[in-house]
């Protein structure tokens, strides 16, 4: 085989690779930034997720992005959902940080770890239109240090 060859075949399934590797399930994923001074108890952040597939099944994920100054294993966070009937629910999540030694669960480079929580699982939403989800921490501290970013990401199961 000849270098040009070689080279060809080589980009080619980089290009491949890439492309593959780019394709999402993602319906809607966002962060937002928490203040640097802290997460105060009664701030609160909010999605509003579009759904357009009411046939569809989805994965609800809330990701939390921490610093390693976060002084708890777990955070506790309230949600609140409004469906576009103007229905709301409430629920509370606790999620795991870290493990029982203190040792950062997720991912991330440097002093930033990223976690996902799975908050619900094949779900399926029953009214096309906006959901709004708000979240706020449930810890007991008024001012809670070590948490950058809030978070929330749907994604279709199975439409690989």
């Not at 319906?27 to 597939?53: A, E, H």
């Not at 509370?92 to 996902?116: F, T």
């Not at 948490?147 to 199961?157: A, C, F, L, T």
Request: aromatic letters at 14%.
């Amino acid at each position: 085989m000849s270098v040009k060859k070689t080279n060809k075949c080589f980009w080619t399934i980089l290009i491949s690779l890439f492309a593959v590797a780019c394709t999402s399930n993602d319906v809607y994923f966002q962060y937002d930034t928490v203040n640097p001074k802290g997460w105060n108890k009664d701030s609160l952040y909010g999605f509003d997720i579009k759904i357009t597939d009411t046939t569809s099944m989805y994965n609800v994920y809330v990701n939390i992005r921490n610093r390693g100054e976060y002084p708890y294993q777990n955070l506790w966070l309230f949600l609140s959902k409004t469906t576009p009937d103007k229905i709301q629910s409430n629920d509370s999540i606790e999620c795991y940080l870290a493990d029982q030694r203190g040792k950062w669960l997720g991912s991330g480079l440097g002093s930033i770890m990223e976690m996902p929580v799975l908050y619900q699982e094949k779900v399926r939403f029953k009214t096309a239109g906006i959901y709004h989800y708000k979240i706020v921490h449930g810890m007991r501290d008024t001012i809670l240090h070590g948490i950058n970013d809030v978070g929330m990401r749907v994604e279709k199961v199975g439409s690989k």
